[in-house]
Structure formats: structure tokens, C-alpha cells
């Protein structure tokens, strides 16, 4: 197992009762990897991420970031260690600004966020820091607009900017791309590729679009009924016959 | 770029100059009302700090304004006469209580939260209606002598009802600055992150039940503040304060008056006493014509009356 | 022992009624998504309507059947206009137009019938004083732990047997799922708020010879019934009847134990459900 992996899970499992959603999952990811998790739906995919991003506890095993185990820690604990995640639905803060929407993780970032006095705007730490965060993603010329306002790829764009604000080390992205045209798609494939060449950011994502992952991911994990089927890099997936036949056979010749 | 959002102060001050002035042309009775209107008003705008901007409905403010409002008579007649000791006093109390209130009720959402704010604003009134020996029961605590205020020498006294309502109007002035620096603080921008999206907050990073709580506690605060203020004004600390008929005004005032503008609520407060007034002078059912007016803002004003002009006067400007 | 039974009987037939609004505000809150401050107005207007109609016949059978069903015709009429324009709306301003609903309809009894207290006399057959184990009882308070659980079991079998029951049902799991099965979800609806309304008004009428008559028994015990459902478990028909015969007991025997803090117990209550089991004993659904 790789010791200097940035993402290290450790025979992962959950329960929903006596219901195993997930089973003796163990994986690490390199620094600066993207990879991706494929799997048929109910696969246990997001019951994954929830596990490892502190969304709930995972009834068994371990998660370490950087080294340091984060099992069980609550979500803002897991985002204070470095990792950061976006949801299937987009999580975005609706009634406030672009600008806002990016300020706030900075501003727990800064710890500020008991600070009861002063004006956000004039913070330079943070709106500089900001502006260059929208400028990654493409949005600081609407940086005052209200994200309720903005078209459904738009929203998901910044999403991804609060994701990153923090600079995290690592990325959970649940579906980027669901629910985009083929174009809105395009742009967030390209972003993400030129996010983890620039800034070295790991990325880890799921995606029911096969043509998204194979693009992206330098390795891909294949999660099958709540077991790891499969682990490798693309050509070794697509040649993986127990992937085939589990996976992607019938999605081919569905 | 964004743009850096200048505040435009000159509206609220123009209106701290009109109420400075108010009192020199109004009559007794108008000023009393007005000072009312003050008190309910930092109560509201307490109130909607938490529900305009947090998105959480607390049923349970009156707690802390009757507990302000009793810190105060029971200080008064153990012959304490300090007015700042009196007004700290009044919101430290308050303070703890809402942190109290708060570590639990704040895990709670929506109905679930304004249900037990409301349970535990109720256990308050319990006490304070059965704690006789305290409390003085359903009568309430009277207050006989007031608090005065040595200022550079000079003792003041707030007996008339022109003085009480400078005191108001001064401490009403300053506990709104306070709340509206905290609005407008990167505290208060992560407290709109939580209204649009706690799950989100504590995703970037934020501990949201410590955010919780303190906005309930600094909501409960400034409630215990007005609680002070109304105890001083009205001379008397009583249970019904602490009812959950009490609570329900804040809420009022604020979605009548708008919860999406910080003075919103303050005009609110106002238009409530001012139509009570006006109504009362016809007819005795205030409540029916109070229903009849509040459910076609319910159903045509989603911004409030206050907040719905505004957003008319902006667009024209 | 005595003090044990007497207790008990209060207990139940106060929690019978509790039941008999608390049921009603949670079918709605099921259903159509509103937590009703309005409906302890309701249970209010029951009582007066019951009263008043009674006047006509000098029954209160009569009373019972009628002025109920006057009480349906407001709530539709409530329902029809006011409510239905708030259900995509936060749950704050339904709060709010049902407050002011309240506002209005109390008023409005105060109005017509005045402030002051009215009595509404039981009917001869269960006017009297029964012997139970030594101590009088009135044979009017059996009457009411007899005819909660009749109207529930009733309310129960159109639940289960009838296809409008089946429907609400399940509405109350899952409200859009009526919309996919071709279901005029706006008159489903308005059937279940004047159901809900009857409900309420039902337990207004029985109450009326048990309590005097005030604009205000609304406001009391429409708190009451918010806790019962609360800690039922919003939307559950079997929560409203544990916890309103647990609230019902509760402040019985509070008057015993309790002390001066009687008045508090039914806020710990609810208070404690909240904290231990914040979605209520039961689950949601009817």
C-alpha cells in the first residue's frame, strides 16, 4: 500500500443496519492523481463519499488525509484537514452573490467567521484570494450577480469555486458533469484538467459518464454492490473482463 | 471585480434626526408611543437577525425579553440604581440564558425549532408565573424607582416621559448600530451562507452549531436589552412577557415590515402600534382588523410593506 | 389508589379529546404540509356553532351533528381562499396567515357571542354522577374516553378500507406521489382540511359541556395540540393518539407530582421528545 498517498482508505465499510451498503473498500490515491469511481447505480458510490467526507461516520475501517486519520470526524473537521467536496445536487448558496458564495469558505478559512464587526469587501486577504478563485473558474466578471440567477452549468461552476477556495489538497467531486450539455460538459472536463495541472490539486470524482471519466481519470476504481471490483488505470479497466461483465457490458450493449 | 457595496446611511440618518426631534412637536402621548415602537422595534430587529438572516423561526424571544425586563426590576428594588450596571446586567442574563436555549434548540430546523423555542420561552413563563416569591407571580414585579445616569456631572432622571424616551430612543440607536455592524460583518455574511444552506457551510469548513448559537445568543441579547428598556419604560417585569402570545410579535412586526431589510422589522413596529391606535379608536376588535390586515400581506407582500417599497423605490432610482 | 383513578379518568378523557384535535392538525400537517395555528379556532368555533345550534332543537345531539358541519363550511372556505395560495410558500408564513386566521375568527366569536363565559349543559342521559369504587364521578367524562376511541377507530377503518382514506394515506407519505396517480390533488386537499376541521370541530362540540365557553379556549389549546403532534411525530395518526393520551395523563397526574411546575410539564415534554427523538415517537404517515 502507498504510504505517501494524500487519500488513504482503509477496509471502508457501512451499514444501513444489517444492510451492508459498502464492504472492505481499501484504496490510496497518489498526490496530484485524478482518479475516479465508477459504479452502477446503488453501487454504494455516494454512501462512499458521505463515509469518507464526513457527511456520517463509517460503521467500520479507516480514512487517513495526508497521513493523519480523519475517520469519523465531522464534515468541517474533514475540510479543515484539506478536503473538500461538491454534492449530485448542486450545493450552492442561492440568494447571495458569486462573490459571496466564494467568500464564505474563505472567511471560515481565515477564521474570521466569529468576527462581528467589518466589511467583508474591504478585506483584501479575502477578496483578492477570491477574485483569483473566480478567475480559475472563469467567473470574475460576474462575481456580483446572484447565483439563483444563473444558468444550471453556471450554478455548478460555482460550486466548484467554493469547493476550491480553500485550496484543498484533495477534491471529491459527485458527479461534476450530471445533468450538463454536451458543452457546459466540455468546459468542466477542461477545467478540472487544467486546475489539477496548475494548481496539483487531487482530484477524485464519480460520474455516470463514461466518456467524462475516461478522459479525466488517470486511474479509475470500480465499485460493484458495495465491493471494490476493480482498480487500475483506463486501458486496464476497459480490458478488465469482470468490469465488462459487470459494468460495462451491459452498458455498451444495453 | 466585485464590487464593494457602499451602504446608504443617509436614510437612517435623516430618521435618527426626525426622532431626535420628534418629541418637540409631538404630544405626550404620541412620544410614549413612540418610544414603544423603539423598544419592540430593537426587539424585532433582534428577533430577525435570526430569522431573516439565519433562516431560524424563534418562537421563544419573549423568554429573554422578560428576562432582561426582570433583571432589571429585581435589581430596581434590591436598590440598585446604576443605569449601566442595570443594562449590562439585563443582557448578560439574557446572554446566558440563550446560550443555554440555544446549545439545545439550534440542532433543530424550521417547525422543529420555532416548537421548542417556543417550549422552552413557555417553561420561562412558567417559572415566572408560579415563582411567587421572586417573580410576584401573575402580577408581575412593579418598579418604583427608576435608575439615573450621572453624565459629566450632571445627574439624570428619566421620570417624564420625554426623558424616558431619549433614553430609549439613545440605547435603541446604539444596540441597532451594534446589530447592524454585526449584519453586515463577515460573521453576519456567514450567517446568510447558513439561511441559504447550512449543509454547504459545513462543508467549507463551518461548525454550524456554533454559528448557531452564537447568532441566537447575540439575537437574545439585544432581545434582553428591549426587555430592559420596556421594563424601565412600562415600570414593571411581567409573565406575560415571557408567553408565547409575546413571541409571536417580533415575528409579526418583522414580516409585516419585511425580513429581508435590517430596518425592515423597526418600521414594522411601527406600523403594528400606529394601525393599533388607529383601529382602537373605532372599535374594540383590534385582533379581527389586525388579521384582516396581515393576511393579505402574508399572501401579496413577500418582502414586507417596508421591503416591498424599497425594492419599488430602488428599481425607479 | 383513589387519587390513582381519579387521575387516570381525567387523564383520558382529557386526553380524548386532545386526541380528537391533535389527529386533525396532523392529517393536515401530513398531508397538505401546514401546521394550523388556526385549528384550535376551529376546535373553538366547534364549541359556539355546537352551542348555538343546539338552540334550535334544545338537543345537543343535534348540536353535535350541526354545528360541526358549520365549522366545515369555514374551513373550506379557509382552505379554498387563503391557504392554498402558502403551500409553496416557507413554512414561517403559513405560520403566519393561519396566526392571523386565528386573529381573526377569535375576534370575530368575541363579536358575536361576546367575551364571557357560556355553558353548554350535557345531554340528560349522561348528565348524572356515577359510583366508581366509592367516589361520584360524571358519567359525561366516560362518555368522552368512550368516544374518542370510536371516532379514532372509525377515522382508522375510512383510513384503511375506504378508497379516499387509502389516498390520504398515501398522501401523507409521500405528497407527490397523488399527483403521478392522477388524483385532483387540489380537492384531495380540500377534503382533508374539512376532515381535519371536523375533527377539530367534533372535539370542540364534545368539550362544550365539559368546559365553559371562551374566545380564548382556542389559543389554549391549540399549544397543547401542537405538542401532541410534535411528539407524536408530525403526520402520524397513531402518534397523535400516544401523545396526546401521554399529554393528557402527564398533566393529570402533574397536579399530583408536579406541584407548582404542573404548568411547565407539558413544555418538558415536548422539549425532551425534541432532544431525544427530534422526529417524534412515531413515524410520519397516517
Known amino acids: 500500500m502507498n504510504e505517501d498517498a494524500v487519500l488513504r482508505v482503509e477496509n471502508l465499510g457501512h451499514s444501513y443496519g444489517r444492510f451492508k451498503v459498502i464492504e472492505d473498500i481499501s484504496l490510496a490515491i497518489g498526490k496530484g492523481e485524478t482518479s475516479a469511481l465508477i459504479g452502477p447505480n446503488g453501487a454504494g458510490k455516494t454512501t462512499f463519499y458521505n463515509a469518507i467526507s464526513g457527511r ?174 476493480a482498480q487500475g488505470r483506463p486501458e486496464e479497466i476497459r480490458a478488465n473482463e469482470d468490469v465488462q461483465e459487470a459494468y460495462l457490458g451491459r452498458k455498451v450493449h444495453a | 471585480m466585485a464590487v464593494l457595496k457602499r451602504h446608504n446611511l443617509a436614510g437612517p440618518a435623516i430618521l435618527v434626526v426626525l426622532l431626535a426631534v420628534g418629541p418637540l412637536v409631538m404630544p405626550t402621548y404620541w412620544v410614549m408611543l413612540l418610544s414603544e415602537i423603539l423598544i419592540m422595534g430593537l426587539m424585532a430587529m433582534s428577533f430577525n437577525l435570526l430569522f431573516g438572516f439565519t433562516g431560524l ?27 449601566f450596571l442595570i443594562l449590562v446586567a439585563g443582557m448578560l442574563v439574557a446572554c446566558v440564558a440563550s446560550l443555554v436555549v440555544g446549545f439545545f434548540s439550534v440542532r433543530l430546523d424550521e417547525i422543529f425549532f420555532a416548537m421548542i423555542t417556543l417550549g422552552f420561552g413557555m417553561m420561562f413563563f412558567s417559572i415566572a408565573h408560579n415563582w411567587i416569591d421572586v417573580t410576584g407571580g401573575s402580577d408581575g414585579l412593579p418598579v418604583f424607582a427608576l435608575p439615573s445616569l450621572s453624565l459629566f456631572g450632571v445627574e439624570l432622571t428619566f421620570y417624564t416621559p420625554v426623558t424616558m424616551y431619549y433614553l430609549v430612543l439613545v440605547t435603541v440607536v446604539l444596540g441597532s448600530v451594534l446589530l447592524w455592524l454585526v ?61 408565547w402570545s409575546f413571541s409571536a410579535k417580533p415575528v409579526i412586526m418583522s414580516i409585516i415590515g419585511g425580513t429581508g431589510v435590517f430596518l425592515g422589522p423597526l418600521f414594522g413596529a411601527g406600523i403594528f402600534f400606529v394601525l393599533e391606535q388607529v383601529i382602537i379608536q373605532y372599535t374594540e376588535n383590534w385582533m379581527l382588523f389586525l388579521g384582516i390586515v396581515l393576511i393579505p400581506i402574508v399572501l401579496f407582500f413577500p418582502d414586507g410593506v417596508f421591503g416591498t417599497l424599497r425594492k419599488k423605490l430602488l428599481r425607479k432610482v | 389508589m383513589d387519587v390513582l383513578l ?75 381562499f387563503l391557504l392554498k395560495k402558502v403551500y409553496v410558500r416557507d413554512v414561517s408564513y403559513q405560520l403566519l396567515l393561519t396566526f392571523a386566521v386565528l386573529l381573526v375568527l377569535d375576534d370575530a366569536v368575541r363579536m358575536i357571542w361576546g367575551s ?53 394515506r398515501a398522501a401523507s407519505y409521500d405528497n407527490i406521489m397523488a399527483e403521478g396517480v392522477g388524483i385532483n390533488v387540489p380537492l384531495l386537499y380540500t377534503m382533508v382540511f374539512a376532515l381535519g376541521t371536523w375533527l377539530a370541530a367534533v372535539g370542540g362540540a364534545l368539550a362544550a359541556p365539559q368546559q365553559s365557553l371562551v374566545p380564548s379556549m382556542g389559543e389554549k389549546i391549540i399549544i397543547e395540540s401542537f405538542i401532541v403532534v410534535v411528539v407524536g411525530g408530525m403526520g402520524s395518526f397513531p402518534g397523535a393518539f400516544a401523545g396526546a393520551l401521554l399529554l393528557g395523563l402527564l398533566e393529570s397526574f402533574g397536579t399530583v407530582f408536579a406541584g407548582r411546575l404542573q404548568m411547565a410539564i407539558p413544555y418538558i415534554l415536548l422539549a425532551v421528545v425534541l432532544l431525544v427523538k427530534p422526529n417524534g415517537l412515531f413515524r410520519k404517515g397516517i
Open chain 1, 56 to 229: 456520517f461516520p463509517p460503521t467500520r475501517g479507516k480514512v487517513y488525509l495526508n497521513g493523519e486519520e480523519i475517520t469519523g470526524l465531522p464534515s468541517h473537521r474533514v475540510v479543515a484537514r484539506g478536503m473538500c467536496r461538491s454534492f449530485q445536487i448542486t450545493n450552492v448558496f442561492a440568494e447571495l452573490t458569486v462573490a459571496e458564495n466564494v467568500f464564505t469558505p474563505l472567511i471560515i478559512q481565515q477564521n474570521k467567521h466569529f468576527k462581528l464587526y467589518g466589511n467583508v469587501y474591504r478585506d483584501k486577504l479575502i477578496v483578492d484570494k477570491a477574485m483569483h478563485t473566480l478567475e480559475q473558474v472563469g467567473f470574475a466578471d460576474r462575481a456580483d450577480q446572484t447565483v439563483s440567477s444563473l444558468a444550471y452549468g453556471d450554478k455548478r461552476l460555482v460550486e466548484m469555486a467554493i469547493v476550491l477556495a480553500r485550496e484543498p489538497s484533495v477534491v471529491l467531486l459527485d458527479e461534476p458533469t450530471a445533468g450538463m450539455n454536451p458543452e457546459e460538459t466540455e468546459n468542466m472536463i477542461s477545467l478540472i484538467k487544467k486546475l489539477a495541472k496548475v494548481s496539483g490539486t487531487t482530484f477524485f470524482i464519480t460520474e455516470h459518464d463514461m466518456k467524462v471519466v475516461f478522459s479525466l481519470a488517470e486511474k479509475i476504481y470500480v465499485l460493484h454492490q458495495g465491493h471494490l471490483l
Open chain 2, 57 to 83: 423561526l424563534s418562537f421563544g424571544q419573549g423568554a429573554f425579553f422578560g428576562l432582561g425586563a426582570y433583571t432589571a426590576a429585581l435589581l430596581l428594588q434590591n436598590g440598585f440604581s446604576n443605569l
Open chain 2, 183 to 243: 449584519v453586515h460583518s463577515p460573521f453576519g455574511l456567514i450567517l446568510k451562507s447558513l439561511r441559504e444552506n447550512k449543509q454547504r457551510v459545513a462543508f467549507v469548513g463551518g461548525n454550524v452549531s456554533r454559528l448557531r448559537i452564537a447568532a441566537f445568543a447575540i439575537s437574545g441579547t439585544f432581545t434582553g436589552l428591549a426587555g430592559v428598556l420596556f421594563c424601565l419604560f412600562n415600570n414593571m417585569a411581567s409573565p406575560e412577557f415571557m408567553h
Open chain 3, 6 to 80: 381519579m387521575n387516570m379518568l381525567n387523564g383520558l378523557s382529557w386526553g380524548m379529546l386532545l386526541f380528537l384535535i391533535a389527529v386533525g392538525l396532523t392529517t393536515i400537517f401530513g398531508v397538505l404540509g401546514v401546521l394550523n395555528f388556526a385549528h384550535g379556532s376551529l376546535f373553538m368555533l366547534g364549541a359556539y356553532l355546537c352551542m348555538q345550534s343546539m338552540q334550535f332543537f334544545d338537543s345537543f345531539w343535534f348540536g353535535l351533528a350541526v354545528g360541526p358541519l358549520c365549522v366545515v363550511a369555514i374551513g373550506v372556505l379557509i382552505e379554498r
Open chain 3, 116 to 168: 364571557g363565559y357560556h355553558v353548554v349543559e350535557p345531554p340528560l342521559i349522561l348528565a348524572g354522577i356515577i359510583n366508581i369504587l366509592g367516589h361520584d364521578y360524571p358519567v359525561y367524562r366516560f362518555f368522552l374516553i368512550f368516544i374518542g376511541p370510536v371516532i379514532g377507530g372509525l377515522l382508522w377503518a375510512f383510513f384503511h378500507f375506504t378508497r379516499w382514506g387509502k389516498i390520504i
